[in-house]
């Protein structure tokens, strides 16, 4: 009997305290536990490396020089030069992305990379001991496209498409007629691009992919403007298209699970 009184007393005694500790206890936010799983719906920025493999088709290289220094008529027939390079490519992108149905998700991306190295093509014009060198190079590839993907946990295969742009330089030197020339030319030309990918969550807030793009600029006509043998430009149709491989990292901020 005398234990039921103590333990009776006991319990009236906590249910009194406790309300006077709990007043005077800061509140602090708690966290909510990490349910596993991830999540897409957010947006991330990041990083990419990678290499652009570059076609170039320039028609007609050999009577922009012959017809510019001898005279319009002096070339007989059509050249085109080809023009393949390999440039290593590095840059940033940043995207959001939405989790839907529920392992669908949709999303948009902007992208911009800057390019290094470049590609030529020598060889002999009309006359003996004549010669021309073409080189092309693209300094800057840049895109905005939509991404539909699925998603298993923290994997997400995917594919993309919109459209891009490509800053090129185009150069053609040499002699002719023991005429030194030396054509260069600009050019920023719209295209649009397709590829797919694989990105993997490693961390709540992080994330790492591998994506293939190709790339079509069509074709399109450059002045090339030589200032001795051509200042008011010449025409050259060239038509480029582009295949990349990059591996990119994420970092995923606005997220929730």
């Not at 590095?90 to 911009?112: L, R």
């Given at each position: 009997m005398k234990k039921i009184i103590l333990l009776s007393a006991a319990c009236i005694a906590v249910s009194t305290v406790s309300p006077i500790f709990a007043a005077d206890m800061p509140l602090y936010p708690v966290k909510a536990p990490y349910r596993g799983g991830f999540s897409w719906t957010g947006c991330s920025f990041g990083g990419q490396i990678g290499g652009l493999w570059n076609n170039s088709r320039l028609t007609d290289p050999v009577a922009?020089?012959?017809?510019?220094?001898?005279?319009?008529?002096?070339?007989?027939?059509?050249?085109?030069?080809?023009?393949?390079?390999?440039?290593?490519?590095?840059?940033?992108?940043?995207?959001?992305?939405?989790?839907?149905?529920?392992?669908?998700?949709?999303?948009?991306?902007?992208?911009?990379?800057?390019?290094?190295?470049?590609?030529?093509?020598?060889?002999?014009?009309?006359?003996?001991?004549?010669?021309?060198?073409?080189?092309?190079?693209?300094?800057?590839?840049?895109?905005?496209?939509?991404?539909?993907?699925?998603?298993?946990?923290n994997w997400l295969l995917y594919a993309r498409g919109g459209v891009a742009w490509a800053s090129n330089k185009y150069s053609i030197t040499g002699s002719f007629a023991d005429s030194p020339f030396d054509f260069e030319g600009l050019d920023t030309r719209t295209g649009w691009t397709a590829g797919a990918g694989l990105e993997w969550a490693f961390a709540q807030d992080w994330s790492a992919r591998i994506e293939y793009n190709y790339y079509d600029f069509g074709a399109h006509t450059v002045n090339m403007f030589d200032a001795n043998n051509a200042p008011d430009g010449a025409p050259l149709n060239i038509k480029q298209t582009a295949q990349t491989v990059k591996l990119g990292v994420n970092f995923h901020v606005w997220a929730w699970q």
């Open positions: 922009i020089v012959q017809d510019n220094i001898a005279g319009p008529g002096t070339t007989i027939g059509t050249t085109t030069a080809r023009i393949d390079s390999t440039e290593f490519l590095i840059g940033g992108q940043v995207g959001c992305d939405y989790q839907f149905a529920p392992t669908w998700v949709i999303g948009a991306e902007g992208a911009v990379a800057g390019l290094a190295n470049n590609g030529g093509h020598s060889f002999p014009l009309q006359n003996p001991g004549d010669f021309e060198s073409i080189a092309a190079r693209t300094d800057l590839i840049s895109s905005v496209t939509g991404r539909l993907g699925y998603a298993v946990d």
